[in-house]
């Protein structure tokens, strides 16, 4: 089974349509008024570090420069803060909500928990983003480039669940034939990487923001070493290193050089199918159903003149890494390419869940 050039293609032309003329501005005020973000996460975690980083050049942006607060409904790996958001309804524009690749992955698998439906939100804005996995010092030393030498190792890995967005990271290491054990039922990846800290885990792996914002300081410190990236799509579908992270390896390449990994086969293509469906379209943000067309114009127009800044570039890159930022109709296709894989990827996950940890999905 292969990714379709469909597939390959919608992604390439999202990250091609990203500059996509803003609509005119829509007759929308929001002075005076306090805009809640909901984030199904706990706070500290990569999309907590997302939305913090866009809520005050949205207030700016916005007309009427509303206060935009953050809150943080974790629970049930974010299906808790969905299932409530399914149940808003738009009133006066003043809360949103966004999802990340761990609320995508248990609606793509037919998780019993999930009672959200993503046709009935309005999409203004999805961001792309990658993740780093890394080991602690001990072990870290070990790595050369494969993971040959770690095959012999008993790893601790705090996770949020085997249908999260973790389902990458563990596949991943199943793959490259090592030994993790997911001590599932963190709140967020930000408490996977305290456990790291504490040394109650030996490896983790954060989506690039939170890498950015605080694993960064554990490689620093010498109490983390990087392993490998997830990777990155070039303009033909290739997995080719992350341009956020050049210097550390892609699972690809490390895949590559461990005996015993392949990257072709059904095991890949599965990977790969939720690589995509995970990480080029990893946040987005939603306005509620019922949303009007005008509520929907003036958050367009907002993100278009945030992303219009002279400093975005830098600002972003430092804060998120190097990705598409995407809004309107560009948005949509991105979530369009986040909420479908492939039949038979997603038949071998789900055998796979069931025969690796026992989950079954009904």
Not at 7 to 15: D, K, L, N, P, S
Not at 273 to 285: D, E, R
Not at 292 to 315: G, S, Y
Request: charged share 20%.
């Amino acid at each position: 089974m292969t990714i379709s050039k469909f597939t390959r293609r919608a992604i390439v032309g999202m990250i091609a349509a990203a500059g996509i003329a803003a609509p005119a501005a829509a007759e929308i005020d929001y002075t005076g008024k306090t805009i809640e973000w909901v984030i199904p996460f706990s706070e500290g975690g990569g999309s907590a570090k997302w939305a913090n980083f866009y809520a005050p050049l949205l207030s700016e942006a916005l007309p009427g420069n509303p206060t935009i607060v953050v809150k943080f409904m974790p629970g049930a790996g974010s299906t808790k803060g969905a299932n409530w958001f399914q149940n808003q309804e738009y009133k006066d524009g003043t809360t949103v909500f966004s999802s990340s690749g761990s609320t995508q992955f248990p609606y793509l698998l037919g998780d019993p928990r999930v009672r959200y439906e993503y046709a009935d939100w309005h999409p203004v804005l999805a961001s792309g983003t990658g993740g780093v996995a890394y080991l602690n010092p001990e072990d870290g030393a070990k790595f050369d480039g494969s993971a040959n030498n770690l095959k012999d190792t008993d790893f601790i890995y705090g996770s949020q669940g085997a249908t999260r967005l973790d389902l990458v990271p563990l596949l991943a290491w199943e793959m490259l034939g090592m030994n993790v054990e997911p001590v599932f039922g963190v709140k967020g990846r930000s408490d996977g990487r305290l456990m790291f800290e504490r040394g109650e885990a030996n490896i983790d792996y954060q989506t690039s923001s939170a890498y950015l914002g605080a694993s960064v300081g554990l490689v620093e410190a010498g109490t983390a070493v990087p392993m490998m990236t997830w990777g990155a799509l070039d303009d033909d579908g290739n997995i080719v290193r992350d341009p956020t992270f050049p210097d550390i390896p892609s699972f690809k390449e490390v895949c590559e050089a461990t005996d015993g990994c392949e990257t072709s086969g059904e095991s890949w293509e599965a990977w790969k199918a939720f690589f995509i469906a995970g990480f080029p379209a990893q946040k987005l943000l939603f306005l509620p159903k019922g949303a009007p067309q005008e509520a929907i114009d003036t958050w367009v127009t907002a993100l278009e003149e945030v992303k219009a800044r002279p400093d975005f570039a830098e600002i972003s890159a430092k804060r998120l890494g190097i990705y598409p930022q995407m809004t309107g109709e560009t948005a949509q296709l991105a979530l369009d390419s986040a909420t479908k894989v492939p039949d038979d990827a997603k038949a071998f996950v789900v055998n796979w869940l069931k025969e690796a940890y026992g989950v079954e999905l009904k």
